[in-house]
């Protein structure tokens, strides 16, 4: 699976963001697919991840509220949807494919195909 993450973008704090993950050539509705960051400095840090199905969803507490995943299996795309950024969201955004499914978000050793991030930067 070939991952693309797009989307990012400088934005003021408070504002919003939605990211999206595609895989020209795959389905993504048949994977589990976790979205990641690592800032500057930082370890990569998993945020939310998705069932297969699109109905179970877990999200790191630092983004729980705030982040939405979704699949749209008509585009073919996992959509994160970020609202009332902050500058501690700065940080490049991936998407991985997890090689088998677990009620939590795991660490990303459990993910494969991770392509290349997008860049968020939020001002202050």
């Known amino acids: 699976v070939q991952l693309q993450a797009s989307g990012g973008g400088l934005v003021q704090a408070g504002g919003s963001l939605r990211l999206s993950c595609t895989a020209p050539?795959?389905?993504?509705?048949?994977?589990?697919i976790g979205w990641f960051r690592q800032a500057p400095g930082k370890e990569r840090e998993g945020i939310a991840v998705i069932s297969v199905s699109g109905a179970v969803t877990y999200y790191a507490d630092s983004v729980q509220g705030r982040f939405t995943i979704s699949k749209d299996n008509v585009e073919n795309t996992v959509y994160l949807q970020m609202n009332s950024l902050k500058p501690d969201d700065t940080a490049i955004y991936y998407c991985?494919?997890?090689?088998?499914?677990?009620?939590?978000?795991?660490?990303?050793?459990?993910?494969?195909?991770w392509g290349r991030g997008t860049l968020v930067t939020v001002s202050s």
């Open positions: 991985a494919v997890r090689n088998l499914w677990q009620p939590n978000i795991g660490s990303s050793t459990e993910y494969y195909d």
């Open positions: 050539g795959d389905r993504l509705e048949n994977y589990v």
